[in-house]
T-cell receptor, first 113, second 114 residues
C-alpha cells in the first residue's frame, strides 16, 4: 500500500471550509484514497473515498490531483463537532476490506469557535 | 440496527490474567476485524475474519486469539495479559458486497493491564 503523509495538526475557524491535505506520491493506478475520522474516544468513521475523479457526499468533498500524488479533503462549513483526527488511507479497492486499513497518525483538526 | 457493539467498555486486568473482549454486529456483515490503538497512535490490525470459521492474523497478533463461530460475533481473547496490552480495542465490520473500505467501528473497549 502507498504511504501517506499528513500534517500532524491544523486549525480552522468555525463556519469556514477546512481543507486537509494528504500526500501519496507513490500511489499506484489501482489504489483508492479513503478518508476516515476519529472523534475523541470514539471508533473511526468513514467519510469518503475516490480514485481519480473529485467526489462529494453529504459530509465532505475529495479533490484528487490529476497526477493522483496528493488529495485534499474539504469540509465545507466546519463546525465544532468536526474537531477530530482525520486519516488519509490509500488502499487497493476490494470487497469489504476485511484485511484491514493502515491508519497512520492522521491530522488533528481543531475547529476554533 | 445497533451496528457494532463491544463489551465491556472499560476493563482493568492484572498481569497474567485472561479475558475475552466481546464484539457483535447486526448488519449481517461477513467481514470483521480487531484493532488496537495506543495513545497518540493510529490503529493497528490484530486479527480479522472473512466469515464464520475463517480467521487470519493482522499486523500485531501476538498474545491474542480469535474465533468466529457465527456471523454476528467475533470475540478477542487475551491469553495472559501484559502491561504492553494496555490499549483501546476497536472491533469493525464490513460487507464483501461493499465495493470500498467502508468499515463500521464499535465504540471501543479501554483495557488497562497493571
Amino acid at each position: 500500500d502507498a504511504k501517506t503523509t499528513q500534517p500532524p495538526s491544523m486549525d480552522c475557524a468555525e463556519g469556514r471550509a477546512a481543507n486537509l491535505p494528504c500526500n501519496h506520491s507513490t500511489i499506484s493506478g489501482n489504489e483508492y484514497v479513503y478518508w476516515y475520522r476519529q472523534i475523541h474516544s470514539q471508533g473511526p468513521q468513514y467519510i469518503i473515498h475516490g480514485l481519480k475523479n473529485n467526489e462529494t457526499n453529504e459530509m465532505a468533498s475529495l479533490i484528487i490531483t490529476e497526477d493522483r500524488k496528493s488529495s485534499t479533503l474539504i469540509l465545507p462549513h466546519a463546525t465544532l463537532r468536526d474537531t477530530a483526527v482525520y486519516y488519509c488511507i490509500v488502499r487497493v479497492r476490494s470487497g469489504g476490506g476485511a484485511d484491514g486499513l493502515t491508519f497512520g497518525k492522521g491530522t488533528h483538526l481543531i475547529i476554533q469557535p | 440496527n445497533a451496528g457494532v457493539t463491544q463489551t465491556p467498555k472499560f476493563q482493568v486486568l492484572k498481569t497474567g490474567q485472561s479475558m475475552t473482549l466481546q464484539c457483535a454486529q447486526d448488519m449481517n456483515h461477513e467481514y470483521m476485524s480487531w484493532y488496537r490503538q495506543d495513545p497518540g497512535m493510529g490503529l493497528r490490525l490484530i486479527h480479522y475474519s472473512v466469515g464464520a470459521g475463517i480467521t487470519d492474523q493482522g499486523e500485531v497478533p501476538n498474545g491474542y486469539n480469535v474465533s468466529r463461530s457465527t456471523t454476528e460475533d467475533f470475540p478477542l481473547r487475551l491469553l495472559s495479559a501484559a502491561p504492553s496490552q494496555t490499549s483501546v480495542y476497536f472491533c469493525a465490520s464490513s460487507s464483501p458486497a461493499g465495493t470500498y473500505y467502508e468499515q463500521y467501528f464499535g465504540p471501543g473497549t479501554r483495557l488497562t493491564v497493571t
